[in-house]
Nanobody, 121 residues
Framework: QVQLVESGGGLVQPGESLRLSCAAS????????MGWYRQAPGKQRELVAM???????NYSDSVKGRFTISRDGAKNTVYLQMNSLKPEDTAVYYC???????????????WGQGTQVTVSS
């Protein structure tokens, strides 16, 4: 089955940068979209950035100008470059992908287990 594995989380100081990676593996026929969500303690999960199969990207207002999402289609991998990090960026970041496993199955969402990003001085 399909699995998403995130990496790159950690502890950084405000203003510093971090780069997250998420690699999808398993039975993959096609990927319609890959992106990132995050959830801070006591808050709802929110979309951070998304990249569609057509190359369209979408960012939440809170990260526009600071975060950049990119994809490597050959590797089924999505990246999130996070610059000028703020304490309010602290959250568990979850990789999300809309994947078609076979031509006989509908597409569905898959999720990684999350990687912790902590921004603190």
């Amino acid at each position: 089955q399909v699995q998403l594995v995130e990496s790159g989380g950690g502890l950084v100081q405000p203003g510093e940068s971090l780069r997250l990676s998420c690699a999808a593996s398993g039975s993959i026929f096609g990927i319609n979209a890959m992106g990132w969500y995050r959830q801070a303690p006591g808050k709802q999960r929110e979309l951070v950035a998304m990249s569609t199969s057509g190359g369209i990207t979408n960012y939440s207002d809170s990260v526009k100008g600071r975060f950049t999402i990119s994809r490597d289609g050959a590797k089924n991998t999505v990246y999130l470059q996070m610059n000028s990090l703020k304490p309010e960026d602290t959250a568990v970041y979850y990789c999300n992908a809309d994947i078609v496993t076979t031509m006989f199955h509908p597409n569905r969402d898959y999720w990684g287990q999350g990687t912790q990003v902590t921004v603190s001085s």
